[in-house]
């Protein structure tokens, strides 16, 4: 009776286990070194603010350093460039945010593809958007402020944080609605704006609440209402400007958020792994209370296909308000 055979089979299979196993074993091992965390955005950005607050609470899940690196630049397209090159291994990662949907339907030549270049993990944060005016100002109520910019434009100018931003598609979608033309002054981010805002230099703009409240809270600006479809509890009190008595501000929302991306071609088992992890930390209720007193709004759960679909179709609703706006493309 020949049993080298049976041996024989018996080692075979084994073999063919060990190799099935191996991937799993891998996947098991990451991470086993520091993760990097690329914010495109200067600190104190919502982008760099969640990674910083996330990097934290995932360092203790995941037992490695999680490291967040600022790499600014045209917009946020240097850091999501770079993390487009970098190696699909789980170890570079980029949180980027609202300025990656927008920036396709903005220019006409840009560093990487966000539908293709990248394998999203999840939508950490929404960014809501408020519009201000200064203090002082004579408006009783949103409606009464689009009165009179309707009457008067030629008195009026507004403030954004660049072209191409989310401040000034906010302001474009509004002018648009309203059908009333503003002269524009772009400035070189948030606190450019806010501060001659408060200056009287320009009359209004739209920016996140993240930047905003701290004004309000101050009382030094006054805010006339929330681009979103009902109110929120970072600005109590501020009503939403699609329940206006605006018509054209019907289901009027403009919203930013906040998304952590890995380069194309990440194992879905890493995507998926640190997928679960930052729902956990984001779920957490110290979590949520940490973001929301920085005046960030946690996503809703998500899973890596969730937020896929998401980007396809904010960049869509970027295009949309583009030519809506007649911006032309740079």
Do not use: C
């Amino acid at each position: 009776m020949n049993r080298s055979r049976p041996l024989g089979l018996l080692l075979s299979a084994l073999a063919a286990a060990l190799l099935a196993a191996a991937p799993a074993a891998g996947q098991d091992g990451y991470p086993a070194k520091p993760i990097r965390i690329i914010a495109p955005f200067p600190p104190g950005n919502s982008s760099d603010v969640a990674a910083r607050f996330l990097g934290e609470q995932l360092a203790a899940r995941l037992g490695q350093p999680v490291v967040v690196e600022n790499k600014v630049g045209a917009s946020g397209q240097v850091g999501a460039a770079y993390v487009a090159k970098a190696d699909p291994d789980g170890y570079t990662l980029l949180m980027t945010s609202t300025s990656a949907t927008i920036s396709p339907a903005i220019y006409k030549s840009i560093p990487f593809d966000i539908l293709g270049d990248f394998a999203p993990i999840v939508r950490v944060a929404v960014a809501p958007m408020v519009l201000l005016v200064r203090a002082d100002a004579p408006y009783a109520s949103l409606e009464n402020f689009v009165a009179q910019l309707r009457s008067h434009p030629e008195r009026y100018t507004y403030a954004t944080a660049g072209t191409g931003t989310i401040q000034h598609l906010a302001i474009a979608a509004f002018l648009s609605r309203l059908k009333t033309d503003v002269l524009g002054v772009p400035y070189k981010g948030s606190p450019q704006a806010l501060t001659d805002l408060i200056g009287g230099q320009v009359q209004f703009m739209f920016d996140a609440v993240l930047s905003g409240k701290p004004h309000v809270d101050s009382g030094r600006l006054k805010p006339l209402a929330v681009a979103s479809l009902a109110p929120i509890a970072q600005m109590p009190g501020v009503p939403a400007a699609a329940q206006s008595a605006v018509p054209e501000l019907k289901d009027f929302e403009i919203e930013g958020w906040v998304g952590l991306l890995a380069p194309r071609e990440t194992p879905a088992a890493i995507t998926q792994r640190l997928n679960r992890e930052i729902v956990a930390v984001l779920t957490s209720p110290g979590m949520r209370e940490r973001l929301a007193k920085a005046n960030i709004a946690t996503a809703a759960a998500n899973t890596p296909q969730e937020f896929s679909q998401f980007l396809r179709k904010d960049a869509q609703r970027w295009k949309d308000i583009v030519t809506a706006a007649r911006i032309p493309q740079e």
